[in-house]
């Protein structure tokens, strides 16, 4: 896979504008021919991150924006995710050990470990302007791993 330049979607902080999102992975898609594995991955973790930005980056309820860039680089798709809310590195976190029983359960973390599994690596920073979050896939991926 050549690498390609990055294409970008800006979305404002609303949860009605994830079917943009998806919509934008499903083009990505068919302009680089990603296999349907591929596109689920992609699709999943971004879908789970964006949520996630939304509903806990800005807890006073303002707005702001997310920018979302992808180009394929060497055998993968590199996705980075930038936003100005505040400051929370995923990479991080401290997964909840599993219940053994489903009432037990806590939907804290939840979102991440699903990223954990189906990205490749992941990498965060801070910067001066906010979080930059970025995610590889790749292509070829086996079904184990």
């Not at 296999?35 to 973790?45: Q, S």
């Not at 394929?72 to 590199?78: C, G, N, P, S, W």
């Not at 029983?101 to 990205?119: E, N, Q, T, Y």
Request: aromatic share 8%; charged share 15%; glycine share 8%.
């Amino acid at each position: 896979m050549a690498t390609e330049p990055p294409s970008q979607i800006v979305l404002q902080t609303r949860l009605t504008q994830l079917p943009q999102l998806e919509h934008w992975v499903h083009s990505l898609a068919g302009q680089f021919a990603w296999p349907p594995p591929l596109v689920h991955r992609i699709d999943l973790c971004l879908t789970e991150l964006v949520t996630n930005i939304i509903s806990y980056g800005y807890p006073a309820g303002g707005g702001g924006a997310i920018s979302v860039r992808c180009w394929a680089q060497a055998e993968q798709v590199v996705l980075r995710i930038d936003d100005d809310g505040s400051a929370f590195d995923p990479t991080s976190y401290a997964l909840p050990g599993l219940p053994t029983l489903l009432a037990d359960a806590s939907s804290a973390g939840r979102g991440i470990r699903l990223v954990r599994h189906f990205s490749d690596e992941w990498h965060y920073r801070r910067s001066a302007v906010g979080n930059e979050l970025t995610l590889k896939f790749r292509s070829h991926r086996t079904a184990t791993g």
